[in-house]
């Protein structure tokens, strides 16, 4: 369940009786309101409270400072740099400590975002073919090694100030999983380059978001995938979802009928012992639900709720307790 950020007291209320114990928090600042260059120390504070007033956790902010010319090398990367490093001084001083972050300037992008699935339910979807060609962004053509290098670059400069605030770096996987589009080389989209993250800066901050859905979309081993990168302790934060396809095309589905065996999942986790924040992530939009963000299905409030009700089982049947589930 996304409840929104910020949240209101109807749906943190919904969220402590469906038995969640954590919130992910969205960006500092008023809803409405631009990113600021550099989020101040009084609004991250702010935001915490608001969370742990009612009784739950702020476990992970999920959102980006503005990150444009840092991740495309464009004139004045150093000042973005330098204006997050104080980000990640703000949010160690604020108490929050994972900043779950993208590196792509086209974000998560879907082809249809409501295909029909059981019973009607609306899920997006994804085809590479329907976007092959489509015309290039203002930025033309960004190659993945110019994205890698500027990764690498900005990585280097971040990390021993995260690792001073105690702010864990969890990148999430390019969605979908292929390269380029529009002209944008898109680098992490493999087993293989969340290898090559980890080992570009041995850091207990430097991880991943490991979003399940993704290394799906890859058709990676996900079991084996937990194993390595929990055993690492490389997995700060995970999105639990699942597709069923292959890079190049595929649909989001329920938890319980995708192409990943959840429980087997589960069951890797409690084997490298992570018991950090999880979320259900992308969900269907369900009947009946007309509460819901982004005007298409992945972020209903019927479909989250379903999805926390298959995670509690399956956690409780490895577990035998809740890890730290957060809406």
Not at 303 to 313: P, T
Request: charged share 25%; hydrophobic share 40%; proline share 7%.
């Amino acid at each position: 369940m996304v409840v929104g950020w910020p949240p209101t007291q109807e749906r943190i209320r919904l969220a402590r009786q469906l038995g969640v114990n954590g919130l992910v928090g969205g960006l500092p600042v008023e809803a409405g309101q631009p990113n600021p260059e550099v989020w101040e120390f009084l609004p991250l504070l702010h935001s915490r409270e608001l969370v742990e007033d009612q009784g739950l956790r702020l476990e992970v902010i999920e959102s980006d400072p503005p990150m444009d010319r840092i991740i495309l090398g464009l004139p004045g990367r150093d000042e973005q740099i330098e204006n997050f490093r104080k980000t990640l001084r703000n949010m160690g001083e604020a108490g929050i400590h994972i900043l779950a972050y993208a590196f792509t300037p086209l974000g998560w992008m879907r082809t249809s975002l409501a295909k029909p699935t059981r019973g009607g339910a609306l899920v997006t979807a994804f085809d590479y073919e329907l976007v092959k060609d489509a015309p290039l962004t203002e930025h033309g053509v960004i190659t993945e090694d110019q994205i890698w290098d500027n990764w690498t670059y900005f990585i280097k400069k971040v990390i021993p100030v995260a690792e001073e605030a105690k702010v864990r770096l969890a990148l999430h996987p390019d969605d979908p999983p292929v390269s380029p589009i529009r002209g944008i080389g898109r680098p992490f989209r493999s087993v293989e380059a969340f290898k090559r993250v980890i080992d570009t800066v041995d850091s207990d901050c430097n991880g991943l978001e490991f979003c399940q859905g993704c290394f799906s979309e890859m058709g990676a081993d996900i079991p084996e995938t937990i194993r390595y990168f929990g055993r690492r302790k490389r997995i700060f934060y995970v999105h639990f979802r699942d597709v069923r396809g292959t890079p190049a095309k595929f649909e989001e589905t329920f938890h319980d009928e995708g192409q990943t065996d959840m429980l087997a999942a589960i069951r890797a986790y409690k084997e490298v012992d992570f018991e950090g924040p999880m979320r259900p992530d992308h969900v269907p939009m369900m009947e009946g639900d007309e509460r819901y963000m982004g005007g298409h299905a992945g972020y209903t409030m019927l479909g989250r709720i379903y999805a926390i009700g298959y995670m509690k089982g399956l956690i409780e049947a490895v577990y035998g307790k809740s890890v730290r589930q957060s809406p």
